[in-house]
């Protein structure tokens, strides 16, 4: 229960952070290049302060090799980077709450990048969540009217992309945890800081600043630490009460907390058609997981904790 607690609080804060991004992106107008260069090196900085503190000189063994470094750069840019552009695009374009449905798909584009470059065959339950998660992306997306979109089909695009992104995000990293045993908050870090050089070279954050306010300053401030710092901390702590199976069915509340903010501060107007078809993705994604860790043994649910930060 404690673990499932503090996954919850930590799924929540990303729910909170969303909606967050709808109001910078939306009320404060805020260029995508200038915020994910400010963004990106303040988590960066602060992530990688952190690693130092708690593992000093371990936090630069990450550049002990080229193979390393090769994925620590596709994670950055590929993964992280490309994720949290197409994310921001998603909601700009959008709402906060359809994105976080669409990239909350991640885990069924990870399945069909099985399927697609290792031609592993899916599971039954893979496909039973396939159909599923096709019928709620139809309705939440549709309202249930092929003649209209609830969102402008850019933003659709944009989350779609932001779902297969953050499998990028989820897979990239795996071999630098789990093969050279580097402390999740480092590459975290380390990928946080590079993405903000790439998006620094094309926005620097001194370049063309908004008006600097107390709502920007407090906005930014809370996407930085409520969406990336403190929830990745806390599903770290809850990892150690709870297993990543457990844990992972708590990541629901992100899409309903997002969904809830916006209606409640954003006159966010849903119809039964969406609320259904956001209903349906999540238990989607709850059947493919199932599936699938059942599959794993026990031992690699233990200890192999597989979560995604926003």
């Known amino acids: 229960m404690k673990g499932i607690f503090w996954a919850t609080v930590a799924s929540a804060m990303f729910g909170i952070s969303g909606t967050v991004l709808q109001f910078i992106s939306q009320g404060q107008n805020i260029p995508a290049s200038w915020f994910l260069s400010t963004r990106t090196l303040g988590a960066g900085v602060v992530l990688l302060v952190i690693s130092l503190i708690l593992y ?9 090799s080229w193979a390393e470094l090769g994925w620590l750069l596709a ?28 990239q909350y798909l991640s885990p069924l584009f ?28 139809f309705l939440a997306i549709t309202r249930g009217n092929l003649a209209q ?24 990293p ?61 599903l770290l702590y809850s990892s150690h009460f709870a297993p990543s199976d457990v844990i992972s069915i708590v990541d629901a509340t992100q899409p309903v ?10 006159s966010l107007k849903i119809t039964l058609a969406e609320v259904i078809g956001s209903v349906l993705v999540i238990v989607a994604i709850y059947l493919l997981q199932r599936g699938r860790r ?17």
Do not use: C
């Open 257 to 266: 907390i997002t969904f809830v903010l916006s209606i409640l501060f954003l």
């Open 149 to 172: 979109l609830a969102i402008p089909l850019s933003s659709l695009l944009w989350g779609i992309g932001s779902g297969i992104t953050a499998a990028g995000y989820v897979v990239l």
């Open 56 to 64: 000093g000189k371990k936090t630069f063994a990450v550049f002990r």
């Open 110 to 137: 990870i399945v069909l990048g099985s399927l697609l470059f290792k031609h592993e065959h899916p599971l039954r339950s893979d496909m039973i969540a396939f159909i599923v998660a096709l019928l709620g992306v």
């Open 75 to 102: 994670y950055a840019f590929i993964g992280l980077g490309a994720n949290l552009l197409t994310f921001y695009l998603a909601v700009q374009t959008g709402n906060a709450a359809a994105a976080t449905i669409l």
């Open 174 to 234: 795996r071999n630098l945890i789990r093969d050279h045993g580097h402390a999740p908050v480092t590459v975290l870090g380390w990928g946080t800081f590079l993405a903000s050089i790439g998006f620094n070279l094309v926005h620097p954050v001194w370049v063309n600043m908004p008006p600097i306010t107390g709502t920007l300053v407090g906005s930014m401030s809370t996407v930085i630490l409520v969406g990336t710092i403190l929830p990745f901390g806390l």
């Open 294 to 310: 059942q599959l794993e043994p026990p031992f690699e649910r233990e200890v192999s904790p597989n979560q995604k930060v926003e």
